[in-house]
């Protein structure tokens, strides 16, 4: 064979073997490219809103990659956003479990694996996984707060009160958190009290009054164990501070307040502090209320019809001052305005309704609460 023919079978056999190459590669790369294509595709509906799409896109990225973890987490947070939080779990823990990832990573499923059980409301199981994310990161922000969420769920508030204190970065911001650091110590207080110990409740609610001096439930709770260990003055005292402090919200003791000094003989007082608190807001409808109240019991029906009738001077719609004007009408023997007052009730019944509403959520609440359950808004009640 000559040396032209021995070149020619060696230009021949490189030309198959790059042509082989370059087919080969190829052929690897269209094998590639759908997954990469499908994980992109999903990213970019998930980025536009399109969950549906992202959700079958993610699907099929993992079933033709199996090592991309990304999309396994995006696919286990659209699970549980399906309202599927075992199948959620699922993945999150199985990718809890793979070798080699980096700190950054397991906290991505980590944040994932934490909101699955805090839709799932294991709240237990919700810490351990946030406490992981804390033991990798320790300033982790995000977890801190889910654990602060956590904490209040299970009201474990001595634990909730001391995150609550860390998270505050300055004295401003710490002191923009005393109305609720002093409504996790009423909380740990009527904890104490439900197991008949008064005095350390007692202790508990004065620490929510030193965190502040507004705190309602303190007080109104604060007056409760001390009746419940027979100190009634003690309770008078306290609920009457509330109504220095805080008037507005004076009528959530007026009923116990006169039963009170009914039973220590000091009934008449009750007058001097409803009219003490009028000095102060002549427009105070719950005072005028309960004052004209007691002046219909004491049998002084004309003060009591001058009361009634100024409170629907200030609020016409007012209900229970148009049912009692009615009833001294009656027993004054004024039928007339008793029939005149009852028709103009009837045009207004149903028209108003009173109850305690979210200044967050607008969530509508006829019990006195201190925490809105839809949005767990603290102290966004009107009271």
């Known amino acids: 064979m000559s040396p032209y023919h021995i070149v020619l079978i060696f230009a021949v056999s490189l030309l198959i073997l790059i042509l082989f190459s370059y087919f080969w590669m190829k052929s690897r790369k269209k094998e590639e490219v759908p997954s990469q294509r ?20 993610f699907k099929q990225a993992v079933t033709e990659d199996t090592e991309n973890v990304d999309a396994y987490l995006h696919l286990g947070d659209l699970f549980r956003k399906r309202g599927q939080v075992e199948k959620a779990l699922q993945i999150h823990n199985e990718l809890t479990m793979r070798y080699g990832l980096s700190d950054e990573i397991r906290i991505e499923i980590f944040k994932s694996l934490a909101e699955d059980y805090l839709v799932a409301k294991d709240w237990d199981r919700a810490i351990s996984i946030l406490n992981d994310i804390l033991r990798l990161e320790s300033r982790n922000l995000w977890a801190k707060k889910k654990l602060l969420s956590c904490y209040e769920e299970l009201s474990s508030w001595e634990e909730a009160f001391k995150l609550r204190e860390e998270l505050a970065k300055d004295k401003k911001e710490k002191e923009k958190n005393y109305p609720v650091l002093a409504l996790y110590k009423v909380y740990q207080g009527n904890e104490l009290s439900e197991r008949g110990e008064y005095h350390k409740a007692r202790l508990a609610y004065k620490e929510a009054l030193h965190y502040d001096e507004r705190c309602v439930p303190a ?6 164990a001390y009746i419940k260990d027979q100190r009634p003055e003690d309770a008078i005292t306290f609920w009457k501070k509330l109504l220095e402090i805080v008037p507005q ?3 959530l003791v007026f009923d116990r307040l006169e039963e009170l000094l009914f039973d220590i003989g000091s009934y008449n007082e009750m007058v001097a502090i409803y009219d003490n608190l009028l000095k102060k807001n002549p427009k105070d409808i719950k005072a005028l209320q309960s004052l004209a109240t007691i002046y219909a019991k004491m049998g002084r029906l004309e003060l009591a019809q001058q009361g009634y009738k100024g409170i629907l001077d ?7 001052a148009h049912l009692n004007l009615i009833k001294i009408y009656q027993e004054r023997n ?13 045009s207004r019944l149903g028209k108003r309704g009173e109850a305690y509403v979210c200044s967050r959520c607008g969530h509508k609440s006829e019990e006195l609460l201190w925490r809105c359950p839809a949005c767990k808004e603290w102290n966004s ?3």
């Open 219 to 224: 007080y109104l709770n604060m007056g409760e």
């Open 334 to 346: 004024q039928t007339d305005k008793a029939k005149a007052a009852l028709e103009e009730l009837s």
């Open 38 to 57: 499908l994980y992109v595709d999903a990213l970019k509906a998930l980025a536009a809103g399109d969950e549906k799409i992202a959700f079958q896109r």
């Open 314 to 320: 200030i609020d016409p719609g007012y209900l229970p």
């Open 381 to 383: 009640l009107n009271i």
């Open 249 to 251: 919200c004076g009528y």
